[in-house]
């Protein structure tokens, strides 16, 4: 039904038959979360085999004890394996500890406080800092700015990627702005890949936003493809080399969500200039990170061939806890006008829009009945959706029977509040 052609009595009718549905679903007491994503203990069992892969063995290639001090950039194996995920050379690579948040945190407070370009590139010495800020996105990108006294300004996203007109405009019209937050193939939580025209514009921003610019490019879900047919993305590393950009750009990865999510290996490439800035300021903070966890990495994945067929373990997993919210959804929203949704075909998230003014209404009712989702606005700076309407969905952690549960209620949730703004309205 289009609630938007319905009559006031069928809107009564229909919204005492859903309040009797969501009374029996607070009846059955329920406790399912769809808060974040998490890869599932199935998942997470796939990379079982790093335990012991050693076999007290902890040398690597060049003799080099893995064990000790050192290596402040990483182990050369590590960085070449995370270079061919990446696209790029083993020399842009710097490889950390056991994720790739930490690193960015560390490269926004090194380039706020010390500056990638020299003692006088320090954006705390250039009055206030501003970030663009693509939304929907990621809280945890909002966070770290927020933390640092960054301000976020929120760029529109579309089917492409961020609106790139509005992004050049606001970088050439203030100069404050000194960055710009990208989830570019399988975006959380939309699920779209940048188009190429959209990485080739990003290669540009350089020469009109200014030298003390960068795009922090967290490819998180480089490899992490539902299917096989999943749209490539854009080199741009490769792209800004051509333009003379190659300072512009920051491009970080993990293993987060390949092996260990807790144990994994974060890595980051960049220009030669913001590397050496980079492990300038590393090295007050550490004599190095886990090499040990590094090489255990190398021995597991061992090259692009074997990441890609653990990568299809995952999807194998991953595919059918997307498909049974999809179908939910199709089945019981498509030939409606309550909500629209995106279908990734990668990555962890489904990014889903109410009507206006609706989102935090249908999360309450849901927690309410025992299901927990993201809170709203977490996809917007400072938690403030200005329309109200985006939710997350985190398909990945719970069982397949778990998550037909809570999408059952949640679209229960989510026709409750639809109907009842409409009988308000009329």
Request: aromatic share 8%; with cysteine; charged share 20%.
């Amino acid at each position: 039904m289009r609630l938007s052609q319905a009559a006031p009595q069928q809107l009564r009718e229909l919204e005492q038959s859903l309040s009797e549905q969501y009374q029996a679903f607070q009846t059955a007491k329920l406790n399912l979360d769809l808060t974040r994503g998490k890869p599932s203990a199935e998942q997470l069992s796939l990379s079982n085999e790093l335990d012991g892969i050693l076999n007290g063995d902890y040398r690597d290639s060049s003799g080099t004890d893995l064990r000790n001090y050192g290596g402040l950039d990483g182990l050369p194996e590590a960085k070449q394996l995370f270079a061919d995920m990446l696209g790029v050379s083993a020399e842009d690579i710097l490889v950390g500890g056991n994720g790739s948040l930490p690193m960015m945190y560390f490269s926004l407070q090194t380039a706020l406080s010390q500056g990638l370009a020299g003692k006088d590139s320090a954006w705390n010495l250039q009055g206030p800092v501003k970030f663009l800020a693509p939304v929907p996105g990621y809280d945890r990108h909002f966070t770290a700015c927020q933390h640092l006294g960054i301000e976020l300004i929120p760029v529109a996203m579309n089917e492409h990627g961020p609106d790139m007109d509005q992004v050049e405009a606001l970088v050439q019209a203030d100069p404050s702005i000194k960055g710009i937050w990208c989830v570019p193939r399988f975006s959380n939580p939309t699920g779209i890949v940048y188009s190429d025209e959209v990485v080739a514009r990003m290669a540009k921003l350089g020469h009109i936003a200014g030298e003390h610019f960068r795009i922090f490019w967290d490819n998180a879900y480089a490899v992490h493809s539902l299917d096989d047919n999943a749209p490539a993305l854009a080199n741009l590393f490769e792209l800004c080399k051509s333009a003379g950009t190659e300072d512009s750009v920051l491009i970080f990865g993990s293993t987060s969500k390949i092996t260990f999510a807790g144990a994994g290996v974060g890595f980051m490439a960049a220009s030669a200039n913001n590397l050496n800035a980079l492990k300038d300021a590393l090295g007050f903070s550490t004599i190095g990170p886990d090499k040990v966890n590094q090489y255990r990495h190398v021995k597991f994945l061992k090259d692009q061939a074997t990441l890609t067929a653990h990568m299809q373990k995952h999807a194998a997993i991953m595919k059918p806890r997307f498909d049974a919210v999809l179908e939910q959804l199709n089945a019981e929203l498509a030939d409606g006008d309550i909500a629209s949704w995106t279908a990734p075909q990668g990555g962890y998230f489904i990014s889903l829009d109410t009507r206006p003014g609706l989102a935090k209404q249908v999360i309450q009712l849901a927690a309410d009945a025992g299901v927990k989702l993201t809170p709203a606005g977490a996809t917007f700076p400072y938690g403030k959706d200005p329309e109200d309407r985006n939710i997350r969905i985190a398909p990945s952690f719970p069982s397949i029977e778990d998550l037909k549960q809570a999408t059952a209620v949640f679209i229960t949730c989510l026709k409750l509040a639809t109907v009842r703004q409409a009988l308000a309205q009329q």
